[in-house]
C-alpha cells in the first residue's frame, strides 16, 4: 500500500482487503502525482463540528452534538500554517460552510440543539484559529460536496488551477464528496490527511485508503507546505 498514513488504514483493513490489495494489478502502485496551480478547499471549519471548549469527543457530544473533539481540534492546528503557506504561495484558500438547514435537507438525520451553554457560539462560524483572510473566498454550499450548486468550479477554471488540496471535515461525508467530484471534473487532488477528521476512526481512515486508492493522492500538512514552496507565485489569484 501507498501513502504516508498507510499504517494506520491498514488497521481497518481485513484479511481478505489485504490479500485482494497483494492479488491485484489494480491496486495504487505510485502517487497520481499534483499539478502546478494549486488552490486550497476549506471543507466546514466551523464551531458545530468541533466544539468548545477543546476537550475530548466524548465529553464534547453532550454540549455539540455534531462535535469532532480533540482529534479535530489537532487537525485545525495543522491546517493554520498549511493556510498560511498557501497565503504565501498566492494560491487561493476558499472557505465553504453549510447554508442553514432550511436550505440543505440532503442531511436526514434530525438536528439536536446546542446545549443552552454552548448556545453563545454561533455554531456555522468558522473557527478563529483558521479564520479567511481578507483575500480568501468564503462560498456557502447547500450539499455535501462543495461544488453542487455553488461557482467553485468556475472560480478554480477562470484562475488556472489544476491542483486541490482539501482539508477539513468530516473525511467520508464533504471531503470525500468534494474530491470525487473533483476527481469527475479532471482536477489533481492532494487530501491532507492530517487536517482532515471525522466522528468515526473508522470512517476517517477508510475514507482515506479509499480515496488514496481512486482518487487523489493523501499526503502530511508537510508534504501540502512543501507543494506550496515549489509552486510559489505559479497560481493566478
Not at 498557501?86 to 442553514?100: E, L
Not at 436526514?108 to 446546542?114: H, M
Not at 455553488?150 to 484562475?159: A, E, F, K, S
Not at 468530516?170 to 492530517?194: F, K, L, N
Request: hydrophobic fraction near 40%; charge should be neutral.
Amino acid at each position: 500500500m501507498t501513502g504516508p498514513f498507510a499504517a494506520e488504514w491498514s488497521k481497518y483493513l481485513t484479511e481478505r482487503d489485504r490479500a485482494v490489495l497483494a492479488a491485484t494489478s489494480w491496486a495504487k502502485q505510485r502517487p497520481f502525482g499534483l499539478g502546478v496551480a494549486p488552490a486550497v478547499i476549506v471543507v466546514d471549519l466551523y464551531y458545530a463540528a468541533l466544539g468548545l471548549p477543546r476537550r475530548d469527543i466524548l465529553d464534547a457530544v453532550p454540549d455539540w452534538p455534531s462535535a469532532c473533539g480533540a482529534d479535530g481540534w489537532a487537525a485545525v492546528d495543522r491546517t493554520a500554517p498549511l493556510l498560511a503557506a498557501a497565503r504565501d504561495a498566492g494560491a487561493p484558500v476558499i472557505y465553504f460552510h453549510q447554508t442553514p438547514a432550511r436550505y440543505g435537507r440532503w442531511n436526514r438525520k434530525p438536528k439536536p440543539a446546542l446545549a443552552p451553554r454552548a448556545s453563545t457560539v454561533d455554531p456555522n462560524a468558522i473557527v478563529s484559529e483558521v479564520e479567511p483572510g481578507p483575500d480568501d473566498i468564503v462560498l456557502a454550499k447547500i450539499g455535501p460536496s462543495c461544488f453542487h450548486g455553488t461557482p467553485l468550479d468556475t472560480v478554480l477554471r477562470m484562475g488556472g488551477h489544476d491542483t486541490l488540496l482539501v482539508v477539513g471535515e468530516a473525511t467520508s461525508g464533504c471531503v470525500r464528496s468534494t474530491v470525487v467530484d473533483a476527481c469527475s471534473r479532471g482536477y489533481r487532488i492532494g487530501v491532507v490527511g492530517d487536517c482532515c477528521f471525522d466522528r468515526f476512526e473508522a470512517s476517517h481512515w477508510l475514507s482515506l485508503f479509499d480515496l488514496d486508492q481512486k482518487y487523489a493522492d493523501v499526503i502530511t500538512a508537510d508534504a501540502a507546505i512543501d507543494h506550496f514552496r515549489q509552486t510559489s507565485r505559479r497560481t493566478v489569484a
